[in-house]
């Protein structure tokens, strides 16, 4: 585990930009590390919605744990897990809950400040970072801000609001900077150049490509859960097409072949 823990690390290093296609369960794990993925990354959305609860810390950290196993089971790539908000509204929670999923295999987590006060994502830092040293883990904490995603302040405050917890969050102990809904590359590369920490930006409409990413100062770019949602669409459609008139023929348009699926599984 330390190896993978050193690889995760170093990959936000460079060469090049680190893209995390995010996966939801061991199945699309194994699939995304087939075609090349150098390391895994779950959306707490795609996790949730498979496992049958909404996103936003309703999943049951047991479930969560769970599907953290079955992952690192598949997979010989690092695994970093959307820890949320570490499901609990305090430090001592988040710190309790982060057991699970250490033991699990992961190496990395997201964790998120929301709407809540940013000393209280710091506290969950530093109680965090305190139980993955005591079991000889260098987890490596993508601390997310919301201050864009929630407009947690007037659109003029949100840049200087996003620097400040960034400087905050570096201090208790985060490893990167997370900073989900800024598409706009002055704003990208003002919020890079005001930490050392790797920044990390999220797919989205309008975000410029990776290529123009990497010298804003991005070392990081996620899917978040666009491929579980784009995933989802297409499913539905097949299913409501099919219930409708019961047709064989879309249902083999663009699929993966039986064989080539199964054999992701062999000796895993």
Same mark, same amino acid.
């Given at each position: 585990m330390?190896?993978?823990?050193?690889?995760?690390?170093?990959?936000?290093? !460079?060469?090049?930009?680190?893209?995390?296609?995010?996966?939801?369960? *061991?199945?699309?794990?194994?699939?995304?590390e087939?075609?090349?993925?150098?390391?895994?990354?779950?959306?707490?959305?795609?996790?949730?919605?498979?496992?049958?609860?909404?996103?936003?810390?309703?999943?049951?950290?047991k479930?969560?744990?769970?599907?953290?196993?079955?992952?690192?089971r598949?997979?010989?790539?690092?695994?970093?897990?959307?820890?949320?908000?570490?499901?609990?509204?305090?430090?001592?929670?988040?710190?309790?809950?982060?057991?699970?999923?250490?033991?699990? !295999?992961?190496?990395?987590i997201?964790?998120?400040?929301?709407?809540?006060?940013?000393?209280?994502?710091?506290?969950?830092?530093?109680?965090?970072?305190?139980?993955?040293?005591?079991?000889?883990?260098?987890?490596?904490?993508?601390?997310?801000?919301?201050?864009? /995603?929630?407009?947690?302040?007037?659109? *003029?405050?949100? /840049?200087?609001?996003?620097?400040?917890?960034? *400087?905050?969050? =570096?201090?208790? !102990?985060?490893?990167?900077?997370?900073?989900?809904?800024?598409?706009?590359?002055?704003?990208?590369?003002?919020?890079?150049?005001?930490?050392?920490?790797?920044?990390?930006?999220?797919?989205?409409?309008?975000?410029?490509?990776? *290529?123009?990413?990497?010298?804003?100062?991005?070392?990081?770019?996620?899917?978040?859960?666009?491929?579980?949602?784009?995933?989802?669409?297409?499913?539905?459609?097949?299913?409501?097409?099919?219930?409708?008139?019961?047709?064989?023929?879309? /249902?083999?348009?663009?699929?993966?072949?039986?064989?080539?699926?199964?054999?992701?599984?062999? !000796? =895993?």
């Amino acid at each position: 585990m330390s190896d993978l823990a050193a690889i995760f690390r170093s990959l936000h290093q !460079g060469p090049t930009l680190l893209r995390l296609a995010n996966a939801w369960d *061991a199945g699309s794990a194994r699939l995304i590390e087939s075609v090349g993925a150098p390391a895994i990354a779950t959306t707490s959305a795609g996790v949730a919605w498979a496992e049958g609860y909404p996103d936003g810390d309703a999943l049951p950290v047991k479930a969560l744990a769970a599907v953290v196993a079955t992952i690192t089971r598949v997979i010989r790539v690092p695994l970093s897990v959307d820890f949320e908000g570490g499901y609990s509204h305090e430090p001592a929670g988040a710190a309790e809950n982060i057991a699970p999923l250490l033991d699990a !295999g992961a190496v990395g987590i997201n964790i998120e400040d929301g709407t809540a006060p940013p000393e209280l994502l710091c506290s969950k830092i530093e109680a965090i970072k305190r139980v993955a040293a005591a079991k000889g883990i260098d987890l490596y904490i993508n601390a997310r801000t919301d201050v864009y /995603l929630q407009g947690l302040v007037p659109e *003029a405050e949100r /840049l200087a609001e996003t620097k400040r917890r960034a *400087a905050l969050y =570096r201090e208790a !102990g985060a490893d990167g900077i997370f900073a989900p809904a800024v598409i706009d590359p002055a704003t990208i590369r003002a919020i890079a150049e005001a930490t050392p920490l790797p920044l990390n930006v999220l797919a989205r409409k309008g975000l410029p490509p990776a *290529a123009e990413l990497a010298p804003l100062g991005v070392r990081r770019l996620s899917a978040g859960s666009g491929i579980c949602q784009a995933l989802w669409g297409r499913a539905a459609a097949l299913a409501r097409g099919f219930l409708t008139d019961g047709a064989s023929d879309p /249902l083999a348009e663009g699929a993966m072949i039986y064989p080539e699926i199964n054999a992701l599984f062999q !000796g =895993r």
